[in-house]
Protein backbone atom coordinates (compact mmCIF):
# COMPACT_ATOMS: atom_id res chain seq x y z
CA UNK A 1 0.00 0.00 0.00
CA UNK A 2 1.17 2.84 -0.86
CA UNK A 3 0.45 6.07 0.88
CA UNK A 4 -1.95 8.62 -0.18
CA UNK A 5 -3.21 10.98 2.67
CA UNK A 6 -1.87 14.52 3.26
CA UNK A 7 -1.88 15.23 6.97
CA UNK A 8 -4.82 17.44 6.99
CA UNK A 9 -7.12 14.69 5.35
CA UNK A 10 -5.57 12.15 7.86
CA UNK A 11 -7.06 14.55 10.71
CA UNK A 12 -10.40 15.42 9.42
CA UNK A 13 -11.07 11.44 8.52
CA UNK A 14 -9.72 10.69 12.21
CA UNK A 15 -12.11 13.89 13.86
CA UNK A 16 -15.15 12.99 11.92
CA UNK A 17 -14.94 9.23 11.86
CA UNK A 18 -14.45 8.98 15.81
CA UNK A 19 -17.04 11.30 16.03
CA UNK A 20 -19.57 9.24 13.83
CA UNK A 21 -18.52 5.97 16.20
CA UNK A 22 -19.10 7.95 18.95
CA UNK A 23 -22.92 8.95 18.11
CA UNK A 24 -23.61 5.64 16.65
CA UNK A 25 -22.86 4.47 20.50
CA UNK A 26 -24.64 6.85 22.11
CA UNK A 27 -27.73 6.01 19.83
CA UNK A 28 -27.76 9.72 18.56
CA UNK A 29 -27.57 8.53 14.38
CA UNK A 30 -28.05 5.00 14.44
CA UNK A 31 -26.11 1.72 13.61
CA UNK A 32 -24.97 3.25 10.23
CA UNK A 33 -22.36 5.83 12.22
CA UNK A 34 -20.14 3.03 12.83
CA UNK A 35 -19.09 3.42 9.05
CA UNK A 36 -16.70 5.82 10.87
CA UNK A 37 -14.37 3.14 11.95
CA UNK A 38 -13.22 2.79 8.41
CA UNK A 39 -12.46 6.61 8.41
CA UNK A 40 -10.35 5.94 11.31
CA UNK A 41 -8.69 3.07 9.77
CA UNK A 42 -7.80 4.68 7.09
CA UNK A 43 -6.41 7.59 9.09
CA UNK A 44 -4.59 4.86 10.80
CA UNK A 45 -2.95 3.24 7.56
CA UNK A 46 -2.18 6.29 5.61
CA UNK A 47 -3.96 4.92 2.44
CA UNK A 48 -7.62 5.00 1.03
CA UNK A 49 -8.76 2.61 -1.60
CA UNK A 50 -11.39 4.61 -3.14
CA UNK A 51 -8.21 7.33 -3.54
CA UNK A 52 -6.36 4.65 -5.46
CA UNK A 53 -9.03 3.96 -7.62
CA UNK A 54 -9.74 7.32 -8.95
CA UNK A 55 -5.65 8.20 -8.81
CA UNK A 56 -6.15 10.65 -6.41
CA UNK A 57 -3.18 11.69 -3.64
CA UNK A 58 -3.58 14.56 -0.97
CA UNK A 59 0.16 14.00 0.60
CA UNK A 60 2.60 16.30 -0.98
CA UNK A 61 5.21 14.77 -0.51
CA UNK A 62 4.23 10.90 -2.03
Do not use: E
Not at 10 to 26: D, N, S
Not at 37 to 56: E, H, M, Q
Amino acid sequence: MTRNLGQIDRIARFVIGALLIVLAALGTIGAWGFVGAIFVGTAFVNFCPIYRVFGLKTCQDC
